[in-house]
């Protein structure tokens, strides 16, 4: 059976030789490289303990060290298996997804006529070259001139010129080329409304496109006439041509790329000559449509990761998010891509010539990864500014996510979106007005918090009237939010927004909190938690007793227990901390120096603080105060107290 031209190249296209050998091996992850296609692995051919079996995955090439054996990918499946060659090829078209082709008995007829075809493409290659030394392309060799291109380039290049009149067609025909193969190659067409053939390209630049094994399989015009419908014109597509699975330059940077030099996509065949001649090599570009599946496929086939340089304005910006999400779907473990984005609305070829080749290689180090260019889609000019945008942006980024079948890089994406997501929203409101200290008196102390600051301005001892029970409340408060967010991880999402203006009362708290935050949706909670933390600050609050009682340790997994628990620690923990600060602001307010009336503000404080300490009250009546804070009945009574001991305070200060 005769298999039809380009579909090995399309097997070898879709499927990596360290696929198809992972299958047999397991590789050393000491030694190999997976980012450069660098593999290695005990040879599976010969009874080994050491790394002697090398794949090379750019080149499609394995070799071992120790018996010798090499080959492609079809050699490796024939002798593993022990089949013949088309039934490798059927075992690497179905781990492909590429359905084998019918027997066609006219294939070898159609790989000949391929071959006729390239050769009229060769000869149409020279005419075109030849032409470029023409009087007729005076023009077209001042416009190359201007764009920087020398003659010893353009002869690499393969540069061309046709003319207005006395072109391709008449010329090969002139040769013995029937007229039938120029047209089926794409270089003459036949008008609708019949006629005479005629030559697809005149008065035009011409740009040779060759495939990955060096033929001229098309040609790209640029129009000299500034009023031409189109200021480029590429080839029809043929038996040689298809556009979708072509790049501009790919055997040359496939070779480049094989030595280390980065993979660049540009958008135009200039953007590309300008490039390599200034030695960024490994450049390609589509050819008259955007990025498609299978250009990506060949990229990462060249390179693991393709950097996509695209012009800065609004065009190419709309062009590179459109990759994006026809990538997202295909990554893999080391396969992505990197988003280089050119300043001012500039092009590859006008950044080397206003700015040099260090200015561009300053652009592609600085290249985006892909998830933060989504993320700068989904959030550049834009204001979050209600819980509702929030949850907008939020649900956006989810569902870009889930595209990405690959678990292990779905989950570090979701890391990676809240990591951002935090730097965004983690700025705290500015502290109300009402709760700023005023000017300090004799009795003030900046570096105490408002809750620990003296009542009485005038008493000797300076004793705050909260004492330490405070702080000791709110740290434990702080510690049951934090257990049982590890304990039930379910209920994080409901909870991020106090989670994230929860001020701590200690650095360990405050790390665990952020650690928390970035937490992913699918990542194990108490694995992250270790590695960002560590295992002894996870362990000293799990620990704790009163933490282990009261929170949602007593239940772990159980979403409702849990809510019901965070809903209730964080309005106390927020009530705990609001009261003193209004306390602290009401006594500034009375002027009396009264150390009885001083004494019973405190008692009245420390009864609130009292009420509210950690006691496992799962079933205490709750009563919803003014500010819409849940407190029980105790700590109303206390409350209450309080405020008559003020109301006592301020008639005593002014009896009116």
């Known amino acids: 059976?005769?298999?039809?031209?380009?579909?090995?190249?399309?097997?070898?296209?879709?499927?990596?030789?360290?696929?198809?050998?992972?299958?047999?091996?397991?590789?050393?992850?000491?030694?190999?490289?997976?980012?450069?296609?660098?593999?290695?692995?005990?040879?599976?051919?010969?009874?080994?303990?050491?790394?002697?079996?090398?794949?090379?995955?750019?080149?499609?090439?394995?070799?071992?060290?120790?018996?010798?054996?090499?080959?492609?990918?079809?050699?490796?499946?024939?002798?593993?298996?022990?089949?013949?060659?088309?039934?490798?090829?059927?075992?690497?078209?179905?781990?492909?997804?590429?359905?084998?082709?019918?027997?066609?008995?006219?294939?070898?007829?159609?790989?000949?006529?391929?071959?006729?075809?390239?050769?009229?493409?060769?000869?149409?290659?020279?005419?075109?070259?030849?032409?470029?030394?023409?009087?007729?392309?005076?023009?077209?060799?001042?416009?190359?001139?201007?764009?920087?291109?020398?003659?010893?380039?353009?002869?690499?290049?393969?540069?061309?010129?046709?003319?207005?009149?006395?072109?391709?067609?008449?010329?090969?025909?002139?040769?013995?080329?029937?007229?039938?193969?120029?047209?089926?190659?794409?270089?003459?067409?036949?008008?609708?409304?019949?006629?005479?053939?005629y030559d697809r390209f005149r008065g035009r630049i011409m740009f040779p496109i060759r495939d990955a094994r060096g033929r001229a399989i098309a040609f790209g015009g640029r129009a000299m006439d500034p009023n031409a419908k189109a200021k480029y014109y590429n080839s029809p597509e043929t038996?040689?041509?298809?556009?979708?699975?072509?790049?501009?330059?790919?055997?040359?940077?496939?070779?480049?790329?094989?030595?280390?030099?980065?993979?660049?996509?540009?958008?135009?065949?200039?953007?590309?000559?300008?490039?390599?001649?200034?030695?960024?090599?490994?450049?390609?570009?589509?050819l008259g449509t955007a990025v498609t599946e299978h250009h990506l496929h060949m990229l990462w086939r060249i390179s693991p990761e393709p950097i996509i340089a695209l012009d800065g304005d609004t065009a190419g910006l709309r062009a590179a998010m459109r990759v994006v999400d026809l990538a997202l779907p295909l990554l893999q473990a080391g396969q992505s891509l990197r988003f280089a984005v050119m300043p001012g609305g500039q092009d590859p070829d006008d950044v080397l010539k206003q700015q040099g080749k260090q200015a561009m290689q300053d652009i592609l180090d600085a290249a985006l990864p892909m998830v933060q260019l989504l993320w700068q889609r989904e959030t550049e000019g834009k204001v979050f500014d209600s819980p509702e945008r929030k949850a907008a942006l939020d649900k956006t980024l989810r569902e870009?996510?889930?595209?990405?079948?690959?678990?292990?890089?779905?989950?570090?994406?979701?890391?990676?979106?809240?990591?951002?997501?935090?730097?965004?929203?983690?700025?705290?409101?500015p502290q109300n007005k009402a709760f700023t200290p005023r000017k300090a008196s004799a009795a003030w102390n900046p570096k105490q918090q408002p809750w620990q600051r003296d009542l009485s301005p005038v008493a000797s001892n300076k004793r705050s009237i909260l004492g330490a029970g405070a702080a000791d409340e709110s740290h434990m408060r702080?510690?049951?939010?934090?257990?049982?967010?590890?304990?039930?991880?379910?209920?994080?999402?409901?909870?991020?927004?106090?989670?994230?203006?929860?001020?701590?009362?200690?650095?360990?708290?405050?790390?665990?909190?952020?650690?928390?935050?970035?937490?992913?949706?699918?990542?194990?909670?108490?694995?992250?938690?270790?590695?960002?933390?560590?295992?002894?600050?996870?362990?000293?609050?799990?620990t704790q007793r009163d933490v282990r009682l009261t929170s949602g340790l007593r239940k772990p997994g159980d979403v409702d227990f849990a809510r019901r628990c965070l809903a209730e620690s964080f309005?106390?923990?927020?009530?705990?901390?609001?009261?003193?600060?209004?306390?602290?602001?009401?006594?500034?307010?009375?002027?009396?120096?009264?150390?009885?009336?001083?004494?019973?503000?405190?008692?009245?404080?420390?009864?609130?603080?009292?009420?509210?300490?950690?006691?496992?009250e799962d079933n205490a009546e709750i009563v919803i105060a003014e500010n819409g804070f849940g407190m029980d009945k105790s700590e109303r009574a206390a409350l209450d107290a309080f405020l008559s001991a003020l109301t006592i305070a301020k008639t005593n200060r002014d009896p009116k």
Not at 402 to 421: N, V
Request: with cysteine; aromatic share 6%.
């Open 1 to 197: 059976m005769s298999l039809p031209p380009g579909f090995i190249d399309e097997l070898r296209t879709r499927l990596s030789l360290s696929q198809v050998v992972g299958r047999k091996v397991i590789w050393d992850s000491k030694k190999s490289n997976q980012g450069k296609g660098d593999m290695w692995a005990p040879c599976p051919f010969h009874q080994e303990k050491s790394a002697s079996f090398h794949v090379d995955d750019r080149k499609g090439f394995y070799y071992c060290f120790g018996c010798h054996a090499k080959g492609d990918a079809i050699s490796f499946v024939r002798e593993t298996e022990n089949v013949e060659f088309m039934d490798a090829i059927r075992i690497l078209a179905g781990e492909a997804g590429l359905p084998m082709p019918e027997r066609d008995p006219r294939a070898q007829e159609k790989a000949d006529t391929r071959t006729e075809l390239a050769e009229v493409m060769e000869q149409a290659v020279q005419h075109f070259r030849l032409n470029l030394n023409t009087g007729a392309a005076g023009a077209a060799r001042d416009y190359l001139e201007r764009r920087g291109l020398s003659k010893e380039a353009q002869v690499r290049w393969d540069i061309g010129f046709a003319p207005d009149s006395g072109g391709v067609l008449a010329a090969l025909t002139a040769k013995g080329v029937p007229q039938k193969m120029v047209i089926d190659a794409g270089l003459a067409a036949i008008s609708d409304r019949g006629g005479a053939p």
């Open 239 to 286: 038996d040689l041509f298809d556009k979708s699975r072509t790049l501009y330059n790919v055997q040359n940077a496939r070779v480049a790329a094989g030595k280390g030099m980065p993979l660049v996509v540009a958008e135009g065949y200039m953007d590309v000559i300008a490039l390599a001649e200034a030695g960024f090599e490994a450049a390609v570009a589509p």
């Open 400 to 429: 870009k996510i889930k595209l990405i079948a690959d678990l292990s890089i779905r989950s570090h994406y979701g890391e990676a979106i809240k990591e951002m997501r935090w730097d965004l929203f983690r700025t705290r409101k």
């Open 478 to 542: 702080e510690a049951v939010i934090l257990a049982t967010l590890i304990a039930t991880p379910a209920v994080l999402p409901a909870f991020l927004a106090p989670l994230e203006l929860m001020a701590c009362t200690n650095s360990d708290h405050a790390r665990l909190r952020d650690a928390i935050l970035r937490c992913a949706d699918d990542t194990d909670m108490t694995s992250h938690l270790h590695s960002c933390v560590g295992e002894e600050a996870v362990a000293r609050i799990l």
């Open 571 to 616: 309005a106390k923990l927020t009530a705990a901390r609001a009261l003193p600060r209004e306390v602290s602001e009401a006594v500034e307010d009375v002027d009396a120096a009264d150390e009885g009336l001083t004494w019973r503000l405190g008692e009245a404080v420390r009864a609130v603080a009292k009420s509210s300490q950690i006691g496992g």
